[in-house]
């Protein structure tokens, strides 16, 4: 309850206002009312309905405390056109600490444009994102929905991929020698990290949040988008064994899981289709280590070693990983760590007799954006850390916290990795018979080599070089695409990362020719804007049911 002079404020401003202007509290309060930082700047709000109350007028209850509201600097906000009270979010200390991604201006708007007008989300009806390409095949409309078009970068996946919806066999269609796939990266929201995180989702409606209203969505997504292959992140482990793998084993998916191995319920997942794919090998790998002290954290990876189905080679092969690193953006340093052993584990499994690599795949939420040096050194294969502090690794943060400069080395002797990504032991018996052979010819300067091997202890490196799905930014706008939105962020943090033929138009530049053959990307499901998300309430809404929006790209095996 507020003092009395604040209600008959509110009964003096409700009494000057016409039919059209009065201030109504609809339920949830937040179509209604809004704070700073809880939605962008250029989020458009609910027209209020007329009503006539302003002798019972009252300010919500959660607003919190007079004292606190007192001094919150609240001012009316384009009262004529929205009716929504402007009022800082009580869940921020300061202006400072409102998220980067709710200030941003976007396409050259100014902060104090006026909002577009947008009646409730119940009744949206054929939301239309905006997208790289307008002329895109169309879809049927679903109220609320977003649209995502797909992206050809050769006219023979569409070819084919009108092919596959006519029910052709890609066995007896083309060149055996052909082989394409789908594979989808998706972080589905575990429904015990969303509950342990519900602040993030305060602008969703409470059905939209139950798991028996979410899971019907996801699988549903999963059906429409058939993927070959799925990369799921977020997997609680009770929901997969009661109905995920069930689910996906009836849509004719082989399912492979490892869960975290700390106290939180949820892990990784690859599925295959078993029309396409068989199982080689598969490998999980524990980011937690007992005796190593910067190894606390119970993340996980698994990478596993398939085998194409109609391939003209027996012994072809592709490796697929998958994971989800830590989120602390202080803690850069386990990070890299996390990504060093997953490497390690990758160039074990896709290594082959002659020295090269099977194509790879790794998908996975890497809790990173683009450009940061984790993402770099994912795709330029390097990463010169000396100096870096570990707040400065994922790139989460515009003021990073995290200040302390990263070890030299980041990770100790007893992990078994060498700062060149792969595990030592196999490294060390690969090296000894080309060391045997220079080793009578070497000069004696122990001592230089010493010196050298100190100066480039702060270089990680790995032996693939991979290119990146997505590109991150829309090019004409320059905008960011975005995989991930809630009520505090919306960012790219989720990646589909492959090792690219050399005949890939698609690929960044700079592809060693250390595979044996490589993958060209055919075609990929294109993402959208924060703004485009924040049409239909972010993530989860009504017809999303993750807090991730998930990936798909279309491949085509290449042989040397």
């Known amino acids: 309850m507020l003092p009395r002079n604040v209600q ?309 092969a592709i490796c697929i990983a998958n994971t989800h690193l830590l989120y602390n953006p202080r803690r850069g340093d386990i990070k890299l760590t996390q990504l060093a052993m997953l490497l390690a584990e990758i160039a074990s499994v896709a290594s082959q007799k002659d020295g090269s690599f099977c194509p790879i795949i790794i998908c996975g939420d890497f809790n990173s954006v683009p450009g940061s040096p984790l993402y770099r050194f994912i795709k330029e294969g390097k990463l010169n850390y000396e100096g870096l502090a570990i707040g400065k690794v994922s790139g989460q943060e515009q003021f990073p916290r995290g200040q302390r400069i990263l070890s030299i080395p980041i990770w100790p002797k007893k992990l078994g990795i060498s700062q060149n990504c792969v595990y030592e032991i196999k490294h060390q018996q690969k090296e000894e018979n080309a060391g045997k052979k220079l080793e009578a010819a070497k000069p004696d300067n122990t001592q230089e080599i010493v010196i050298a091997s100190e100066k480039l202890s702060s270089k990680l490196r790995h032996h693939f070089k991979l290119s990146s799905v997505y590109s991150h930014y829309f090019p004409e706008t320059g905008i960011p695409e975005v995989t991930t939105c809630h009520s505090r962020s919306a960012v790219t943090v989720d990646y589909i990362f492959y090792s690219a033929a050399n005949d890939d138009t698609a690929a960044q530049p700079g592809a060693e020719d250390s595979f044996c053959g490589g993958l060209k990307l055919l075609g990929r499901l294109a993402l959208v804007t924060e703004k485009d998300l924040w049409t239909v309430n972010g993530l989860p809404n009504e017809n999303n049911s993750s807090d991730h929006l998930p990936l798909l790209a279309e491949f085509r095996l290449i042989e040397r």
């Open 8 to 316: 008959r404020l509110g009964r003096d401003w409700i009494t000057h206002w016409n039919g059209s202007q009065i201030l109504a509290l609809n339920s949830p309060v937040s179509s209604c009312v809004r704070w700073a930082g809880h939605y962008p700047p250029w989020a458009s709000f609910p027209l209020p309905i007329s009503a006539d109350f302003s002798a019972n007028w009252r300010f919500p209850p959660l607003f919190g405390p007079w004292r606190q509201f007192q001094i919150s600097n609240w001012h009316l906000d384009n009262y004529t056109q929205s009716c929504c009270f402007h009022l800082p979010n009580p869940s921020m200390k300061s202006e400072g600490e409102e998220p980067l991604t709710k200030k941003r201006r976007l396409g050259g708007q100014d902060d104090t444009s006026t909002p577009e007008q947008e009646t409730n989300l119940s009744n949206q009806k054929d939301v239309t994102c905006l997208s790289v390409a307008q002329n895109e095949e169309k879809h049927g409309n679903k109220k609320g929905t977003i649209k995502r078009h797909w992206e050809y970068f050769c006219q023979q996946s569409k070819t084919m991929k009108i092919a596959k919806k006519k029910g052709c066999d890609q066995s007896s269609t083309g060149s055996e020698a052909a082989f394409d796939f789908t594979v989808m990266s998706y972080n589905i929201l575990s429904q015990n990290l969303l509950e342990d995180n519900s602040h993030l989702y305060k602008h969703c409606r409470q059905r939209l949040l139950f798991w028996t209203y979410r899971f019907p969505n996801i699988l549903q997504e999963i059906k429409e988008l058939d993927a070959d292959v799925l990369c799921l992140q977020e997997v609680q482990e009770d929901h997969y064994r009661a109905e995920i793998k069930s689910s996906l084993e009836s849509l004719g998916y082989h399912c492979e899981y490892k869960m975290r191995t700390g106290r939180k319920p949820d892990g990784c997942a690859i599925c295959f289709k078993t029309s396409k794919f068989s199982l080689i090998s598969s490998n999980p790998v524990e980011f937690f280590r007992r005796d190593i002290p910067l190894l606390d954290r119970d993340n996980v990876g698994l990478v596993l070693l398939l085998q194409p189905r109609f391939h003209c080679k027996a012994n072809a």
